[in-house]
C-alpha cells in the first residue's frame, strides 16, 4: 500500500520527469521565441539587491540569468546596491548609523566605507559569480569615466514639534545630476557585461552614495533601456485585497497613490518609476528577487514575473 507521502513524491516526481523531456524543453523554448525577438540587441538595465544578492543560491541563478542574456542577443547592465552590508561593515568598524527618513547620515568616514564596500567586495563578488559561469563581466562605478555626475542630495522633513519643513543635512548622499553614459555603451557594444556600483562624484570631485534605485532609473533613462527591473524583496505592487497589480499605467499608478492603495516605501519607488517611464524608458517591472529565475520569467515568458509599469495598457 502506498501511503500519503509516497503519493506526493511520485506526483512531484511525475511533473519532474514531464519537465525534465527533451520535448517539453524544446516546446519551452519554442514558447520564448517572441519574447527573444523582443528584446534582441535591446539594453536592460537591471538594479540587483536585497535578499536575492545575499542568498549564494539565488546569486548563483541570477548570474546565470544575466549571462543567459547577453548569449540571447540582450545587452543588460547590472547596478547593484548593498545596504545590508554596508551597516554590517559599519558595525564590524564601530562606526554608528543615524537615519533621517529612512536614509543613512553618510559623513566623511561613512562615504569612505560605503565606496569601499559598494565598489569594492560587492561589486568584484558579483563580477567574479558572472565570470564563473561563463560570462565576461567587468565592474566598475559611476565615478568612473565621469559615468554619474551627483550633487548633494536635499531632503526636507515635518519637524514634529513645529509641524514646519525643516530641512536635514544628510552628509554625503546624492542624486543623479548628468549622466555620462559612453562608457556603459562602450561595454554593452562588445561582448562584456557592466556591473556598476551606484556611486557618484561631483563636479568639484567630491563622493556621493546614492540610492541603487534612483541610480538605476537615471542610467536607464540615459541609455533609453528597453526595460528597467528592479529586482525587490517583495512580489511587486499589491492592491487592497493583495492580490498582485500585474500591469498598471502612469495614470493607474498615481490613481493608487491617491486612493491608499500604494502606501509607505512603495510611494518613492512608483515615483521614481514615473521619472524612467516619462524619460522614455519603455517599462519598468518591479520584481521579487527571491523568486529563482525571476528575470528571465519576466523578460522571456508570457505571465511574467511582478508588476510592470507602462505609459499605456499593454499586455505582456
Known amino acids: 500500500m502506498i501511503n500519503k507521502i509516497d503519493t506526493k513524491k511520485s506526483e512531484q516526481q511525475i511533473v519532474h520527469d514531464a519537465l525534465s523531456s527533451p520535448h517539453a524543453q524544446a516546446k519551452i523554448l519554442s514558447e520564448a521565441l517572441p519574447h527573444l525577438q523582443r528584446y534582441d540587441q535591446q539594453t536592460v538595465v537591471i538594479k540587483y539587491g536585497g535578499h536575492a544578492m545575499g542568498d549564494p543560491e539565488l546569486a548563483k541563478f541570477f548570474a546565470r540569468d544575466i549571462v543567459l542574456l547577453k548569449q540571447a542577443g540582450v545587452n543588460p547592465v ?39 564596500v559598494l565598489a569594492g567586495s560587492i561589486n568584484k563578488e558579483i563580477v567574479a559569480n ?16 565621469n559615468l554619474m555626475i551627483a550633487r548633494k542630495l536635499r531632503k526636507e522633513v515635518v519637524d514634529p514639534e513645529s509641524n ?5 543635512d544628510l552628509g554625503f548622499v546624492g542624486e543623479p545630476h548628468h549622466v555620462n553614459p559612453h562608457i556603459v555603451n562602450v561595454i554593452i557594444n562588445s561582448d562584456i557585461i557592466p556591473v556598476i556600483a551606484p556611486i557618484g562624484v561631483s563636479d568639484e570631485g567630491e563622493t556621493f552614495n546614492i540610492n541603487a534605485d534612483t541610480f538605476a532609473g537615471a542610467l ?14 517583495v512580489e511587486g505592487v499589491l492592491d487592497k485585497q493583495g492580490k498582485l497589480i500585474e500591469v498598471m499605467t502612469r495614470t493607474q499608478a498615481r490613481s493608487y497613490i491617491a486612493d491608499g492603495t500604494i502606501t ?3 510611494i518613492p519607488k512608483i515615483e521614481s518609476c514615473l521619472k524612467v517611464v516619462d524619460a522614455g524608458v519603455d517599462a519598468v517591472v518591479i520584481i521579487n528577487g527571491k523568486v529563482p529565475h525571476a528575470v528571465l520569467l519576466e523578460l522571456f ?6 508588476t510592470l509599469l507602462h505609459e499605456r495598457e499593454i499586455t505582456r
Not at 536607464?220 to 524583496?233: E, G, I, Y
Request: charged share 20%; proline share 1%; no cysteine.
Open 78 to 116: 547590472v547596478v547593484h546596491g548593498g545596504g545590508p552590508q554596508i551597516g554590517a561593515m559599519l558595525k564590524r568598524l564601530k562606526i554608528k548609523s543615524e537615519f533621517a527618513d529612512g536614509l543613512r547620515i553618510t559623513d566623511k568616514a561613512t562615504v569612505e566605507i560605503v565606496e569601499m
Open 130 to 145: 558572472i565570470n564563473n559561469v561563463g560570462g565576461n563581466a567587468v565592474g566598475i562605478s559611476g565615478k568612473d569615466a
Open 164 to 168: 514646519l519643513m525643516q530641512a536635514i
Open 220 to 233: 536607464a533613462s540615459a541609455l533609453r533601456a528597453k526595460r528597467l527591473l528592479l529586482l525587490t524583496d
Open 264 to 266: 509607505g516605501g512603495m
Open 301 to 306: 515568458t508570457k505571465h511574467g514575473a511582478g
